[in-house]
């Protein structure tokens, strides 16, 4: 029998979550960074036909090198004060 989630779980991850638009001075550890990419990254694409390619950037010298290849909107999130990128 397949298993469903409960009104709570649908409730945070559906009708409730938001994109997040504002950071904290905290840092990303490594184990964050590796739990995030361990759920996502058999998340669904575009028919697998456009796989996602992930660069996690955290240094302000990484950050400004990635900036010329960001759309101008993109590029304003960037220059945040996201710990990562």
Same mark, same amino acid.
């Given at each position: 029998?397949?298993? +469903? ?7 945070? =991850?559906?009708?409730? &979550?938001? +994109? ?5 001075? !905290?840092?990303? #550890? ?5 739990? =995030? ?7 669904? +694409?575009? &028919? ?5 390619? =992930?660069?996690?950037?955290? #240094?302000?010298?990484?950050? &400004? ?11 304003? #999130? &960037?220059?945040?004060?996201?710990? !990562?990128?």
């Amino acid at each position: 029998m397949r298993e +469903t989630l409960d009104d709570e779980a649908l409730d945070l =991850i559906l009708l409730r &979550a938001r +994109t997040q638009n504002g950071w904290l001075p !905290t840092p990303v #550890t490594d184990d964050q960074l590796r739990a =995030i990419y361990r759920i996502m990254r058999s998340g669904p +694409t575009s &028919a697998n036909s456009c796989p996602a390619r =992930i660069l996690f950037v955290r #240094t302000p010298a990484a950050k &400004a090198r990635l900036l010329p290849a960001l759309s101008p909107g993109r590029s304003a #999130t &960037a220059r945040s004060r996201a710990p !990562t990128s």
